[in-house]
């Protein structure tokens, strides 16, 4: 139990009717979770508008309902407030009725188009390794502590956030590392978080279907940095062309990575190898275990952040030098096999070209590329032609296949990844829906030292077809394969 003006603070109200002295047992922002004595807060949503579920929500015994319009009827034993934003007063509340847990640790946040869970990832990891308690909410899991909790969403709604770091601070958690997705921004579910700093990886091709133009996703972006506080750090990769933009408008105290311009924290690539790369950092040469261009990014960046949180520059180099990432990022199965499979999450078309021109670096001339590529369903349908033209631009052979279809026909998708394949090279490409028949195909065709990518799913363990998950996971389809051939 709450008192409502405790669960309000810091909430500007427009006006509200009824008693403001009432306690609320608990907050929601899903009609169908009220119970007597809650606090509902209706929210103007993609799909429907939770100001349709205000009568739902008084049916169900809503004490305070939380709108930024009244319903026709008021029903006089409920408390209404409203306010010029209702997402954004509900991470607010979220925060207070959690007992504001990101004051009371130190909190990172991590956005970009691509690095965002790799970047977590390690610093969880790094931190760990410092000695610290800390926490993590990443689209792969979330952690407190040592315990793992499945991640539903990259950045979960404001309750879950909340409670998650509330857990965290629980059990004494000295930091906490989390991703920001754009659509977290747009929706507010970050509101009412203090920061004590965030990271800027990239922005290139993605969401196009939800921010509907290139330059509002740019923005969704830089409203996070826009309203940092004053004593937040914003740490971004200068090498990106938009990395400055992000930081225009910042209170936040400014800090810039990357390998190209002068910058904070500078890098330069000595070697890059399958085994990993080599890197100039601070005047020092550096070996790490994480493989490809794009990762000497989210290193410095890393290794800027753990700077700006005040540890010591060689103990983070000593101990980042080991890790190895997150899962389904780049991963290497079963390593010395038959042929080199890689795993990867690469499910936009910079990730992919990425990807694909890190491979070309380690190609003697002799192996293949084969690629295993497909485009989510219900998801920006412009990046389909986009990521299908890479993948045969960068790949020997193209095998087209599915990526959680989700509510579309998967031969829809594959036809618009199609209209992105030239004519010429058409006749390196295979249609095969079924993406485990895919991936077998790919290795079957795989010889000597012919690299087969997976790309798309990482860490996913399961195929979303029509509002199902059917268990499915491209890393045990690829070990099945290589165990197969090592008999
Ligand atoms: C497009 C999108 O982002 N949708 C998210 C959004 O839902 P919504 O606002 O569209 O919900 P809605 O169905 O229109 O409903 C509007 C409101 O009415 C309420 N309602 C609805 C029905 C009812 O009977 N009663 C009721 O009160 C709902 O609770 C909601 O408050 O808010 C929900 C709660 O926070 C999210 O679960 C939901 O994520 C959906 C499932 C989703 O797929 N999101 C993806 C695209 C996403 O968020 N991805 C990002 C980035 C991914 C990445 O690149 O890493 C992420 O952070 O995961
Ligand atoms: N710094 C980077 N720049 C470009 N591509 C990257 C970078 N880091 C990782 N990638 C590529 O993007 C893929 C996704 O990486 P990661 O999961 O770390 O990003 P993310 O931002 O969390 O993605 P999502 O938004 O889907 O959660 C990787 O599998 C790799 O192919
Ligand atoms: N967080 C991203 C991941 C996409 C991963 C890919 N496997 C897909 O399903 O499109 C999204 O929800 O758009
Ligand atoms: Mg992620």
Request: charged fraction near 25%; include cysteine; aromatic fraction near 8%.
């Amino acid at each position: 139990m709450r008192e409502l003006k405790d669960i309000l603070y810091k909430v500007s109200l427009t006006s509200s009717f009824g008693n403001m002295n009432v306690e609320v047992k608990g907050i929601c922002f899903d009609s169908r979770k009220v119970q007597s004595g809650f606090l509902f807060v209706a929210v103007k949503g993609t799909l429907s508008d939770g100001h349709q579920f205000m009568d739902k929500a008084a049916d169900l015994g809503a004490q305070v309902i939380v709108c930024e319009r009244l319903p026709d009827t008021v029903n006089e034993s409920i408390t209404y407030v409203t306010v010029k934003d209702s997402a954004q007063a509900l991470g607010i509340i979220a925060a207070n009725w959690f007992g504001n847990p990101s004051e009371k640790l130190k909190l990172v946040g991590v956005t970009g188009t691509n690095g965002k869970t790799t970047t977590v990832t390690l610093l969880y990891q790094l931190f760990s390794r410092l000695g610290y308690k800390a926490g993590m909410i990443s689209t792969v899991e979330n952690r407190i502590g040592d315990q793992v909790i499945p991640s539903t969403h990259t950045t979960p709604d404001p309750i879950q956030l909340n409670e998650l770091l509330r857990k965290m601070v629980d059990v004494a958690c000295a930091y906490a590392f989390m991703e920001v997705s754009s659509h977290a921004v747009d929706q507010e579910r970050i509101a009412g978080l203090k920061f004590a700093g965030a990271l800027f990886t990239n922005i290139t091709h993605d969401h196009l279907d939800y921010h509907k133009t290139f330059e509002n996703y740019i923005k969704a972006k830089k409203k996070y940095f826009d309203e940092l506080n004053s004593d937040a750090f914003a740490l971004v990769n200068a090498d990106d062309k938009r990395g400055m933009v992000m930081i225009q408008n910042t209170k936040a105290k400014k800090y810039s990575f990357g390998l190209k311009k002068m910058v904070d924290y500078k890098g330069k690539i000595i070697t890059n190898s399958i085994e990993g790369l080599e890197l100039e950092v601070a005047g020092k040469s550096v070996w790490f275990k994480m493989i490809g261009d794009f990762n000497a990014y989210n290193l410095l960046g890393v290794y800027g952040a753990a700077v700006l949180l005040g540890e010591d520059s060689d103990e983070v180099l000593t101990q980042l030098s080991s890790l190895r990432g997150a899962p389904g990022r780049f991963e290497l199965v079963a390593p010395g096999s038959k042929f080199t499979a890689i795993v990867d999450y690469a499910h936009t078309p910079d990730a992919l070209k990425n990807v694909l021109e890190t491979i070309a670096q380690f190609r003697t001339g002799q192996e293949q590329v084969i690629t295993v590529v497909g485009c989510g369903g219900n998801r920006d349908k412009t990046k389909r032609p986009l990521m299908a033209s890479i993948a045969c631009r960068l790949s020997d052979k193209v095998v087209l296949t599915s990526d959680n279809p989700r509510d579309e026909d998967p031969m829809d998708i594959i036809r618009d990844m199609q209209t992105g394949i030239l004519p010429t090279e058409a006749r390196k490409t295979l249609v095969i829906a079924d993406r485990e028949e895919a991936i077998k195909t790919a290795c079957m065709m795989a010889k000597g030292k012919d690299i087969v990518l997976i790309a798309g799913k990482g860490h996913e363990t399961y195929q979303e077809i029509k509002g199902v998950k059917h268990p499915f996971d491209d890393r045990e389809v690829v070990d099945r394969m290589l165990k197969l051939f090592s008999n």
